[in-house]
Structure formats: C-alpha cells, structure tokens
C-alpha cells in the first residue's frame, strides 16, 4: 500500500536536546513538507522541499533543519534552539506543484518536551 | 490578511441530518484550487474534496460536496447524512496556481450527536 508513514508516534524530548522526527513516503511523490499544529491551531509550515537535495524555509523554519537525501525521505530536527517545541508535527507530501496537486499526509508525530 | 477564513469555530449536528461548514477564501490568482480534509482525534489529516477554480461543477465525494460559488469566493463543504464517525476537525486549504504550499484555514470542529 502506498502511504506516508511517520515515527515515532509519540516522542518526549528533555530540555537541550535535538531530535529527529522520520517521514516516508512510497507514493513517487517529489515534494514532501513539514507542518506544526498547536492544540486549537490549524497547520504553519516550518520547511518544505521540492526535489532531491533542495528545500525552502517555511514560515517557522528557526529551530528546526531538515535533509532531502532521498527522494522517499524527509527527516525533520528539531534543535535546542527551538524554545517551544511541544506539538503536533505532520509531514505531507504530493506530486508537486501544480494548484490542483493534492497533499497527502501522515499520521503524525506528538512531541513532548519534559 | 487572511487567505482562508472559516468562521465556525465549532458545530453541532445530529446524526443523520446535513452540516455545513463554511469557508470563504481571498485570491487575486484566476487559477486555484480548494481543498478540505478532516481530521478526527488520532492527527491524521484526511483528503476528502477538490475543487479547480475552472471546474464548472460542483465536487462531489460520496457524501461529500462543495458548494463552491466562485463570485462570492465561498467553498462550503455539505456532509450529508451526518455519522457519529464525522466528529472530527474540519480544514479547509487553497492553493494558487504556481505555489507550492497550500494555506489552511483554522478549522472548524464538528459534533455529531446521537
């Protein structure tokens, strides 16, 4: 089956450390994106990427890095640098551009800092 | 100024009976597309309807529509015969034509009641 697959589901983070978020995706997808969602909040982009080895800030990209090594892969950092990184992180991906180019998303990563 | 805009913040329906959930959009671009996806408790958020700006009808996905009226920039979503399993956020998104990223709306949050 074709999907995205996001991990882990949960993950607790103490204070000063970075942490890598996973997202795969086997739909042949070129473009892949990074969404925040705080409780009650609709999605704010933090990074988004295009083709292999090339990728855009989003809105909210300070804090965070990502990496586009392969075209099925779009890990997400969170770093010591973000000051509030307790969320909803969903990653998203689609054929690319065009207007009518669906995202399609994972099930998404809750990340907690202690 | 807002791109997205969904007014409701929160709807009750009962079971059976037909919801809508407004959304109103701004865009200066003839091309566009408006998308709405639905999200229950578990995060994922979950395709449900398209609409092209050009499409000269209405989408339709089961019981799903979109009453789209173009002048009025309003791309409600109808979910007919309401179930117990609709509960859930509801996202409404546009893209433009040649933009990459897609912008959310808020949400609105649906209750089906028994």
């Known amino acids: 089956d074709g999907g995205i697959t996001q991990s882990p589901k949960y993950l607790f983070r103490k204070e000063g450390q970075n942490v890598t978020l996973s997202c795969e995706q086997n739909?042949?997808?070129?473009?892949m994106y990074w969404y925040r969602q705080d409780p009650g909040q609709g999605l704010r982009l933090i990074y988004y990427?295009?083709?292999?080895?090339?990728?855009q800030k989003g809105d909210i990209a300070e804090g965070y890095s990502v990496s586009r090594e392969k075209k099925e892969s779009f890990p997400l950092t969170v770093t010591s640098a973000q000051k509030n990184p307790t969320a909803f992180y969903l990653c998203?991906?689609?054929?690319?551009?065009?207007?009518?180019?669906?995202?399609?998303f994972g099930p998404g990563t809750r990340l907690t800092v202690l | 100024a807002q791109k997205i805009t969904q007014t409701q913040p929160g709807m009750f329906v009962q079971e059976k009976e037909a919801v809508t959930l407004d959304c109103t959009y701004d865009?200066?671009?003839?091309?566009?597309?408006l998308f709405w996806y639905k999200q229950p408790s578990s995060g994922e958020m979950i395709f449900l309807i398209y609409?092209?700006?050009?499409?000269?009808q209405n989408a339709t996905e089961g019981r799903y529509s979109l009453n789209f009226q173009k002048a009025r920039k309003s791309a409600n979503l109808v979910i007919s015969a309401s179930q117990l399993g609709d509960s859930a956020m509801y996202f409404c998104a546009m893209r433009e034509g040649g933009s990459y990223i897609p912008t959310f709306g808020r949400g609105t949050s649906l209750i089906v009641h028994p």
């Open positions: 990427s295009q083709i292999v080895n090339d990728f």
């Open positions: 739909l042949n997808h070129d473009a």
């Open positions: 998203a991906s689609s054929i690319l551009a065009g207007s009518g180019d669906t995202q399609y």
């Open positions: 865009t200066s671009d003839p091309s566009y597309g």
């Open positions: 609409q092209g700006s050009y499409d000269q």
